[in-house]
Every structure is written in structure tokens, then in C-alpha cells.
């Protein structure tokens, strides 16, 4: 069997991978990538987020994916049952940063990162499957098993584990954890869609809320076709009967915000399940390890966090990876995890408040405070790391107060209603 010797072993070449890649390998280690899959291959999560920009800036990848002419993306708009619409535009944003991103078919999008970083030096090993790891100390032995069926080692002195939803460190040393978020199941397809330019911002991404506890999405491409998917608790979809193609098509006829756009519109594929995403894990690094992206904590897609915090964690990682090589002395738990775990428990204040209906109380409500959507535009551009926006800093106690002002002022404005009626 052949051995081959690397100074970092990253696994997986999604977003994270190669951002983690590239910046260890500009630092001058020797990097290897081992990928699973042949490229392009599906994956599930289009619609980036502005903060995503810098990450890719550090990994060098801007040039490239300007050129490919992705649908820019400035914002989003929410609607919901009531036809109430809620348009955030990243221009408009309490945080200095990036005001746009993309909506990319990721398919695309993660061959342009993989190729850029195979150009940039970094030799990427496709269909080939980690099978196992063992560590000596810092340093490790991974098994692979390459696409002609043989088995090869590589040996490593550091591994970034950012396999996504292959989870292969965390399975191998069984540090997953339940989420506190309850499972949930998406049903979506890419869609043909060419009555697109009827409607007013017909490139812009869109958030249905279509009952409570389940939402659509709707993320339009530049070449013409547009994801869009449900996205609710396991029982909604039971009401839906027929092949998955048929219960999608029923699906986008009972949402208003999309019924006549998407009517008998083309499918590209037949519509895909994917269920129970949400995962929590034990730790974010061990001796000669760590994890980025996905493999870390994934909560859910509603506000399109997935890509930003993969290549965000896989660059601060990164970062600390090349420190720790060079022989400083680092403090994972310091700069690495807390960082990550302050980011994500942001992001979960406003999932969990998507799902109890309380964020919609303020997105849809008609009496708008400025200062509040620009704060909570910076929240949904990814800038959760910015503790000078008190929807960042407070987030759990700002967004409750702000909900139970709402709250207030409506049974007022009701009591002085119902008094001039009376
Ligand atoms: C329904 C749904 C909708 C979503 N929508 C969005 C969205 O709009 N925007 C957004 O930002 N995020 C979204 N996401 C999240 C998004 O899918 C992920 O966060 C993102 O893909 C994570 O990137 P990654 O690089 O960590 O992992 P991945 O993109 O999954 O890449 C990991 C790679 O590792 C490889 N691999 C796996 N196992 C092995 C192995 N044993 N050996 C070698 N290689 C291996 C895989 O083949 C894969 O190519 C969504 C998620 C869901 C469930």
C-alpha cells in the first residue's frame, strides 16, 4: 500500500475545504485535498450571504467566480400568508461590510473554488473516501480508498475535516451530538423559469412564509432556472400524495407567492428530500484536528447561513492551523471555538424566533424602526460577529423586547379602535 506525506490533509473539497486549503497552502505547507465525489456534483445550499465575501477574498477565489457572471445578490425579500412583504436590502445595513454575494448553483460554484485551488498548487485526490484515521499525537494516518477500489495512506501533522454532511471525523471519534432544534425535512428541484421577468425584482431571492413552521424558497439563477423548495416539519409533507415530483407541484400551487410563476414549469431534476440536517457536536478540534463548516454545528437554511459560517470557521481555522505549524502556541478553545460557537448561537436566536413566528411579528409588522431593519439586515448579511449591532450583542434579549413592544403597541392601537368604534 502507498503512503504519501503532506503537512495538512483537508477532507472534502466544498466551500470549506478549499478555503481552508488555499490560505494554509498561500502560507506555504504542503496541502492535499481528498474529495469523495467527481466534480461538478450536486449540493444543496445556493443562496450565499455578503460576510461570505471575505473569506473567499482571503482564499483568493473573487477573480475567478466575478467571471462567471453568478446572479448577484443584494438582498432578500420575505413575504408571508397575508401577502406582507419584507425587503432587506444589504446596501442598507447598520455594519460596514460587503452589501452583495451571489446566488449560485453550487454545483458550479464549488468546481470554479476546487479548480482555482488545484491551479493554486494543491492537488485534489477525487473519488477518494476517507475510511479511517489514527492519530499519533498531533500527527495522523488516514486511510483512503481511491477510486480504483486500492487503499492508500497519507500521512499527516494536521487534518481539516470539511466533509459537510460525510461527517468523517465525527463519526470516526463519535462526537455528534443532538441538535436543540427539532428535525426538519426540505422537498426542491431547479425549476425552468420563464415567466421570471413578469414579476417586479424577478432575480431576487425569495422567503415565503407559507404556514407556520414552514417557509419556501425560491433562489433564481442566472441561467435562467431557479431552486425553490419547502422546507417544514416532517408532517406538513404528509398531506402531499403522489410521486415527489407531483407533491412539489401541489406544494407550489397552494403558495400564492409562486403558483402562476412556477405553473407547469419544467423541473430539471426530480425533486430531492433531504431530512434531519440539523446536528450538534462535542467538541470543534482535537489533538492534530479540526473541523470546519458543516461538519461542525449546521442549524437551518432559512436565513441561507450554511455557506457563510463553513468558509468563515474554515478561514479563521486556517489561520490558526498555519500559527499552530509554525510552532506558536495557540488557544483553539479561544480562537477558534468560542468565535465559531458566538456566530452560530446568533444565527439560532433567529432561527428559533422564525420558527416560534416571533421574527415575523417585526418583519411584517407596519410600524418599521429604521435603526432596527438595518441592524437586522446586518444580522441576515452574516455579520453576527459585529458586537457593536445590539441584534448581535443582545441578540436573544433584543429581539424579545423588540417583539414584545410589537405586542404593545398593537393591543393599543386595538383599545383605541375598538374605543372610537365604541
Ligand atoms: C435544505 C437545505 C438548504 C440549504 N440552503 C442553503 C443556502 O441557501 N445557503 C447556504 O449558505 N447554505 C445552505 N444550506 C447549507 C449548505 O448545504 C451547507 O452549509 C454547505 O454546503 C456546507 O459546506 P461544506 O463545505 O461544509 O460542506 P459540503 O458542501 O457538503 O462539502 C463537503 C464535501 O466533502 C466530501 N466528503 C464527504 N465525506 C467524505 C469522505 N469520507 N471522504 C472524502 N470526502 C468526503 C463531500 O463529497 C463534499 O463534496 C442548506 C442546507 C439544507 C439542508
Avoid at 416571533?358 to 424602526?369: A, C, D, G, H, I
Wanted: proline share 5%; net charge negative.
Amino acid at each position: 500500500m502507498s503512503t504519501e506525506k503532506v503537512d495538512v490533509l483537508v477532507i472534502g473539497a466544498g466551500p470549506s475545504g478549499t478555503v481552508a486549503a488555499s490560505i494554509i497552502n498561500q502560507a506555504g505547507f504542503k496541502v492535499k485535498i481528498v474529495e469523495k465525489e467527481k466534480f461538478p456534483r450536486f449540493v444543496i445550499g445556493e443562496s450565499l450571504l455578503p460576510k461570505c465575501m471575505e473569506p473567499l477574498e482571503a482564499a483568493g477565489f473573487l477573480p475567478a467566480l466575478k467571471t462567471k457572471g453568478y446572479q448577484e445578490k443584494s438582498g432578500a425579500k420575505f413575504v408571508n400568508s397575508e401577502k406582507k412583504v419584507m425587503d432587506f436590502n444589504f446596501s442598507d445595513q447598520f455594519t460596514k461590510g460587503w452589501n452583495w454575494t451571489w446566488q449560485v448553483p453550487r454545483a458550479d460554484f464549488d468546481k470554479v473554488l476546487a479548480d482555482e485551488v488545484e491551479k493554486m498548487g494543491v492537488p485534489i485526490d477525487y473519488e477518494t473516501t476517507v475510511t479511517d484515521i489514527q492519530f499519533e499525537g498531533s500527527n495522523s494516518t488516514t486511510t483512503v480508498k481511491c477510486k480504483d477500489g486500492s487503499e492508500k495512506k497519507i500521512e499527516a501533522r494536521f487534518i481539516v475535516d470539511g466533509s459537510g454532511y460525510g461527517r468523517v471525523i465525527p463519526r470516526l471519534l463519535k462526537l455528534d451530538r443532538p441538535s436543540d432544534l427539532p428535525p426538519r425535512k426540505a422537498l426542491y428541484t431547479h425549476i425552468v423559469d420563464t415567466r421570471r421577468n413578469d414579476y417586479i425584482e424577478p432575480d431576487r431571492i425569495l422567503i415565503a412564509e407559507h404556514q407556520s413552521q414552514v417557509w419556501v424558497w425560491c433562489i433564481p439563477f442566472s441561467n435562467g432556472n431557479t431552486s425553490c423548495g419547502f422546507v417544514g416539519n416532517p408532517p406538513f409533507f404528509e398531506d402531499f400524495k403522489g410521486s415527489l415530483e407531483e407533491q412539489l407541484r401541489s406544494m407550489i400551487a397552494s403558495e400564492w407567492s409562486i403558483a402562476e410563476r412556477f405553473k407547469d414549469s419544467k423541473f430539471i431534476f426530480e425533486p430531492r428530500v433531504i431530512e434531519g440536517w440539523s446536528i450538534s457536536i462535542e467538541k470543534f478540534y482535537g489533538d492534530g484536528y479540526v473541523l470546519t463548516g458543516n461538519v461542525t454545528e449546521f442549524l437551518d437554511p432559512v436565513f441561507s447561513s450554511g455557506v457563510t459560517l463553513a468558509v468563515a470557521s474554515s478561514q479563521l481555522a486556517a489561520n490558526v492551523v498555519v500559527r499552530q505549524l509554525k510552532g506558536e502556541n495557540v488557544d483553539w478553545e479561544k480562537e477558534y471555538t468560542t468565535p465559531m460557537l458566538d456566530g452560530i448561537d446568533v444565527f439560532r436566536t433567529y432561527v428559533m424566533a422564525w420558527y416560534d413566528g416571533s421574527l415575523q411579528k417585526m418583519f411584517f409588522n407596519e410600524e418599521r424602526n429604521m435603526d432596527v431593519i438595518r441592524q437586522m439586515c446586518s444580522v441576515l448579511a452574516g455579520y453576527v460577529w459585529d458586537t457593536d449591532n445590539p441584534f448581535v450583542k443582545d441578540h436573544r434579549t433584543s429581539l424579545s423586547r423588540m417583539v414584545r413592544l410589537i405586542n404593545v403597541e398593537k393591543k393599543m392601537k386595538d383599545l383605541e379602535e375598538s374605543e372610537a368604534g365604541g
